[in-house]
């Protein structure tokens, strides 16, 4: 049985994600601004009417050229693990930004294929840029090779992090692990995008990002990017990581192992 790789090219799957991730970034910023309805997951986790339509876009984009791959998206029911071929969707990842009229957000897809993320593809709608990888093959922005950063501390860093949406409720909420790393980083962000926050760590613009109670959908793609990029992505303990495991440490690789310190004694979920 010839390996599925072999039998369609990634470039092919690369390019099918990129243009799904560029139609759908194209009808987000249509509507930046002038966001239609907005419904509520939890008390403060927004869905948005564009996510929706997002979403069916990729879908549709996808189906069309490979009606046998399995689809797991965040505004749909969670599939079965058991697909040789899983394309993984975050139609808005930013919602509460782009709801909000911020211009932070982005489209993620990735694709797995027996179990390994092969294809990532990350659209930035509001600056064009678009990150892309395939596994082995590194990582882009724009065509050009990303690098991680040289930083070699933690307290030379600018990292990244964000709260999960059960924050009022569960004590496991990230509040303990940025009051850690605060005083110990130059600075620390709170963006609200997940995958371009991976993504910038990827290309240098932070040095490091963790975050907790995430979803495959929120890191498949930006995983890839660091990787690629020369980075490294472990669980927040500096164990091993998947997508499924729903916590992340991310960084350059040169300020890991100072990073998994400072977050130890945190709450994990």
């Known amino acids: 049985m010839k ?5 369609q090219p990634v470039e092919q799957y690369l390019k099918l994600a990129v243009d799904a ?8 910023i249509k509507t930046l601004g002038s966001v ?14 564009m ?15 490979y009606p046998e791959h399995q689809i797991m998206a965040e505004e749909s029911d969670m599939p079965e693990k058991s697909a040789e071929f899983r394309w993984i969707i975050d139609p808005l990842d930013g919602t509460t930004n782009y ?27 509001t600056r064009s840029d678009l990150f892309t990888a395939v596994r082995g093959g590194g990582a882009f922005l724009n065509g050009k090779k990303l690098a991680v950063s040289e930083t070699t501390s933690v307290n030379n860093s600018l990292l990244a992090t964000g709260f999960p949406y059960d924050l009022r409720e569960s004590e496991a909420n990230n509040v303990d692990n940025w009051n850690a790393m605060l005083p110990r980083a130059q600075a620390v962000r709170r963006a609200g995008s997940a ?20 979803f495959p959908w929120d890191v498949a793609a930006g995983s890839l990017m660091v990787k690629e990029a020369g980075g490294e992505v472990t669980d927040m303990g500096g ?27 945190g709450r994990r979920p």
Not at 3 to 7: H, L, N, Q, T
């Open 21 to 28: 991730a560029r139609a759908a970034g194209k009808i987000l």
């Open 36 to 49: 239609g309805r907005i419904e509520h997951k939890g008390a403060i986790n927004l869905v948005t009417e």
């Open 51 to 65: 996510d929706v339509r997002s979403e069916e876009l990729i879908k549709k984009k996808i189906l069309k050229a």
């Open 239 to 265: 164990g091993p990581f998947s997508i499924y495991s729903k916590e992340i440490l991310a960084s350059n690789g040169r300020i890991h192992r100072e990073m998994v310190e400072i977050l130890g004694k």
């Open 3 to 7: 390996d599925p790789i072999e039998e």
């Open 195 to 214: 995958a371009l926050d991976l993504c910038y760590t990827a290309c240098g613009r932070f040095d490091g990002f963790w975050e907790l109670k995430l």
């Open 99 to 125: 709801a909000h009229g911020f211009p932070l957000f982005c489209v993620s897809i990735a694709l797995e294929i027996s179990g390994t993320i092969e294809v990532g593809a990350v659209y930035d709608p």
